[in-house]
């Protein structure tokens, strides 16, 4: 399955979503960061008795089924998870040199494939505030492009690619060339290595709850994410506007995110 956008429109192999709908050209997406999490410390104090990261995915993928017949088109997952309600956990994907670990992949490799199998696309984030201080939390060029290449080799088409989480996040401040990469200048030029990477791949960011977005990021990518949170009972709604790079038109991404999948 193909996802892409035209005009305001999402669609999977060239078919608008929610057809006739009110929702139609949307793409109603749940987040599910922690769905691949890991945390490869010698001892995790913070979780109690042991957690079992392989058991954890297989759960998840146990209810995609139930997601695709309640109209959920997409999930996002990620190369370094979210908040896991702890702080200090080493969750990454990528090894010291920016490529990736094959554990952890079998995992995201199991997600996506098991999203397609059901119809589902996903939306691959890249960086996450809270990994910084060890030595794999890498906010470079070189793990964008590993990332990006894995997923073309792989053939997977329904998967885009988000280069990171509110990137302007001051967590990132501890990384190796963490001002840049919290940057404007900076998220536009690693969109710029994904599109390189992977050209025929949609490619964006995401910046801080305040809903607002800079003009060059927006730019760049296929289209833009500005996080708008609203706590309800239950999980975190958040809206999320979505634009073409050449369309002053806006489509909208929906997300619910569950409280556990930061």
């Given at each position: 399955m193909k996802v892409s956008i035209e005009g305001t429109n999402w669609l999977f192999d060239g078919n608008v979503l929610y057809p006739g709908s009110p929702a139609e050209g949307l793409l109603t997406n749940v987040r599910m960061v922690n769905s691949v999490f890991e945390d490869d410390r010698e001892t995790v104090p913070e979780i109690p008795g042991r957690f079992e990261s392989d058991a954890n995915t297989d759960r998840f993928i146990s209810r995609i089924p139930d997601y695709a017949a309640h109209g959920i088109e997409a999930f996002t997952i990620s190369l370094q998870g979210g908040a896991p309600n702890y702080e200090g956990a080493v969750n990454s994907a990528f090894n010291v040199d920016g490529t990736l670990r094959g554990g952890y992949l079998a995992r995201v490799a199991r997600v996506i494939e098991a999203a397609d199998?059901?119809?589902?696309?996903?939306?691959?984030?890249?960086?996450?505030?809270?990994?910084?201080?060890?030595?794999?939390?890498?906010?470079?060029?070189?793990?964008?492009?590993?990332?990006?290449?894995?997923?073309c080799s792989q053939g997977y088409e329904h998967v885009a690619i988000k280069i990171a989480d509110e990137f302007a996040h001051g967590g990132y401040e501890n990384r190796p060339e963490g001002k840049w990469l919290r940057s404007?200048?900076?998220?536009?030029?690693?969109?710029?290595?994904?599109?390189?990477?992977?050209?025929?791949?949609?490619?964006?960011?995401?910046?801080?709850?305040?809903?607002?977005?800079?003009?060059?990021?927006?730019?760049?990518?296929?289209?833009?994410?500005?996080?708008?949170?609203?706590?309800?009972?239950?999980?975190?709604?958040r809206r999320i506007n979505t634009r073409r790079s050449n369309s002053t038109a806006r489509t909208t991404i929906r997300t619910f995110t569950e409280r556990s999948g930061g």
């Amino acid at each position: 399955m193909k996802v892409s956008i035209e005009g305001t429109n999402w669609l999977f192999d060239g078919n608008v979503l929610y057809p006739g709908s009110p929702a139609e050209g949307l793409l109603t997406n749940v987040r599910m960061v922690n769905s691949v999490f890991e945390d490869d410390r010698e001892t995790v104090p913070e979780i109690p008795g042991r957690f079992e990261s392989d058991a954890n995915t297989d759960r998840f993928i146990s209810r995609i089924p139930d997601y695709a017949a309640h109209g959920i088109e997409a999930f996002t997952i990620s190369l370094q998870g979210g908040a896991p309600n702890y702080e200090g956990a080493v969750n990454s994907a990528f090894n010291v040199d920016g490529t990736l670990r094959g554990g952890y992949l079998a995992r995201v490799a199991r997600v996506i494939e098991a999203a397609d199998t059901n119809g589902c696309a996903i939306v691959l984030s890249c960086f996450y505030q809270r990994q910084h201080s060890h030595v794999r939390a890498l906010g470079d060029r070189a793990s964008i492009r590993n990332a990006v290449e894995y997923v073309c080799s792989q053939g997977y088409e329904h998967v885009a690619i988000k280069i990171a989480d509110e990137f302007a996040h001051g967590g990132y401040e501890n990384r190796p060339e963490g001002k840049w990469l919290r940057s404007p200048e900076g998220q536009v030029e690693l969109i710029g290595v994904a599109k390189e990477a992977g050209p025929d791949l949609l490619v964006t960011t995401s910046g801080m709850g305040s809903g607002t977005t800079f003009d060059p990021v927006a730019e760049a990518g296929d289209f833009t994410i500005s996080w708008l949170e609203q706590d309800g009972d239950l999980c975190t709604v958040r809206r999320i506007n979505t634009r073409r790079s050449n369309s002053t038109a806006r489509t909208t991404i929906r997300t619910f995110t569950e409280r556990s999948g930061g």
